[in-house]
């Protein structure tokens, strides 16, 4: 009998499935699809030889997380690439606000009036970084804090509504460039603990960067498959299960799935029947001829560029896909460009390039022709560009991972008591009703990104269990 068996082979999941194999427990994976990868995936989209990642392509959580960081993913073949800047927000008047490594950079972006401002927001944080972020991704109950005074006094600056910590700032720049950190876990501006989620992106610029990785996402998902191999761990893909007896006997079974699919394979009935899903997303991948034009060239030196006229328009948008049941005229746009870093990414001269933009749950519309207004606002000419693109929107991106409910790339709405209490309201969010049963999906805590902090935090859980047993 395994001592655990981990269905999903996700960044959760095979972080799960390393952590407790590096306790020497038996750890076997069990894989719907014929790939590894969940979230972090690669691969060719568009044309030969462009390499492409289908969900997330920069990683600010990846290079910081805790779990990452204490394993040894490098001898596996991940490295890390940073560009000169690692965020750029361009405006109408050429120039753009960035998230540059310096703080004082960052600051100067914003102009003369709220340089000060921000240094005073994040420069008390980020000596404190390293347990900053660990107490942070390791809540709740998971571990006790390692700096708790650090921890309340973030908490009293985050828990907030990110419009609250935009009142420390006077001019557009600065909140335009906040309201789009918020827009990555496609949370209302207005919510509940989003000045968090703003704050853990700035700060983690700042002290790691917002890579990518080389050769694309799925370098993170094959050096822990590596790792875990390794460490005498399996992996079997193409392996679909639909209930618990599609499994081998073990001690402890571990989900990285959406709470839905659990409920159904495990029989849990309607436990999971409050978890909420967000708005989905329109996501179109480029096969570029050259480099994206931008007017503003800092946004030439960036990995990831937000695309927002300013915090309004940023606003607007969220509101029509989450709360309004319609697609935005004018999108707030998430683009990654890997290849300003990465040459193996596409053939010689060549780019490859990613946007999204938000959309209602599971629409079904075509948004392809606003991203592309969206884009020529602040790189004229990026239509002229393009060799291919492949588009996809909540439908496909749902039938590309079947933890993406709706086309929801956050796993779960990040508004609300949900935003920190996921997938209910527990202290315990990686139990189940069955006492061998636990989940470990981007539907717990910390929640969405590729960091792998939700598979090792219930990778506890059930290695106490397992020892306790």
């Not at 950079?105 to 009036?113: M, N």
């Not at 309340?152 to 700032?169: D, E, K, N, Q, Y």
């Not at 159904?264 to 409050?274: D, L």
Request: glycine share 10%.
């Amino acid at each position: 009998m395994l001592d655990a068996v981990v269905v999903g082979a996700g960044p959760n999941g095979l972080t799960a499935a390393v952590e407790l194999a590096r306790r020497g427990f038996s750890v076997a994976v069990f894989e719907a699809r014929d790939t590894i990868g969940g979230g972090a995936r690669t691969e060719e989209l568009t044309l030969p030889g462009f390499w492409h990642d289908p969900c997330s392509a920069a990683h600010p959580l990846g290079i910081n997380s805790p779990a990452f960081r204490a394993m040894p993913l490098e001898r596996y073949g991940l490295e890390w690439l940073h560009a000169d800047l690692p965020m750029a927000h361009p405006f109408s008047d050429g120039t753009a606000a960035v998230l540059a490594r310096s703080v004082g950079e960052t600051a100067a972006s914003f102009g003369p009036r709220d340089a000060g401002p921000y240094r005073r927001l994040v420069e008390p944080f980020l000596p404190r970084w390293d347990a900053l972020v660990r107490d942070f991704m390791s809540l709740p109950l998971t571990a006790l804090p390692r700096d708790p005074v650090t921890l309340a006094r973030f908490g009293l600056v985050g828990l907030p509504p990110s419009t609250w910590l935009m009142r420390r700032f006077r001019d557009e720049r600065a909140k335009t460039l906040f309201a789009g950190l918020v827009a990555h876990v496609m949370a209302p501006l207005g919510g509940f603990a989003t000045g968090a989620i703003a704050l853990v992106f700035a700060l983690a610029a700042h002290a790691r960067g917002w890579p990518v990785a080389r050769g694309g996402s799925q370098s993170v998902s094959d050096a822990l498959a590596a790792y875990l191999k390794d460490l005498g761990g399996t992996i079997h893909t193409g392996y679909e299960v639909k209930r618990l007896d599609d499994l081998p006997p073990a001690r402890a079974y571990v989900f990285d799935t959406s709470p839905t699919a659990l409920a159904r394979i495990a029989g849990f009935g309607n436990h999971y029947a409050n978890f909420r899903y967000g708005p989905g997303v329109f996501k179109i991948d480029y096969a570029l001829d050259g480099p994206v034009p931008w007017t503003a060239p800092d946004a030439r030196r960036a990995t990831t560029v937000q695309i927002g006229a300013d915090s309004t328009e940023i606003g607007t948008a969220l509101r029509a896909a989450s709360r309004e049941g319609r697609a935005p005229e004018k999108p707030f746009l998430i683009t990654v460009q890997p290849s300003v870093v990465d040459p193996t990414r596409a053939p010689a001269g060549k780019h490859v390039f990613w946007a999204y933009g938000h959309v209602p749950s599971g629409w079904t519309g075509d948004l392809t022709d606003a991203v592309e207004r969206q884009l020529e606002r602040f790189a004229p000419g990026f239509r002229d560009l393009i060799l291919a693109r492949a588009t996809a929107g909540p439908p496909e991106i749902a039938a590309r991972n079947a933890n993406y409910v709706g086309g929801d790339i956050a796993s779960g709405a990040v508004s609300g008591l949900q935003t920190l209490l996921r997938p209910k309201l527990s202290l315990f969010p990686y139990g189940t009703p069955h006492p061998a049963v636990f989940i470990c999906s981007s539907a717990t805590p910390p929640g969405p990104g590729v960091h792998g902090m939700s598979g090792h935090n219930a990778a506890k859980a059930v290695w106490r269990r397992l020892r306790r047993t």
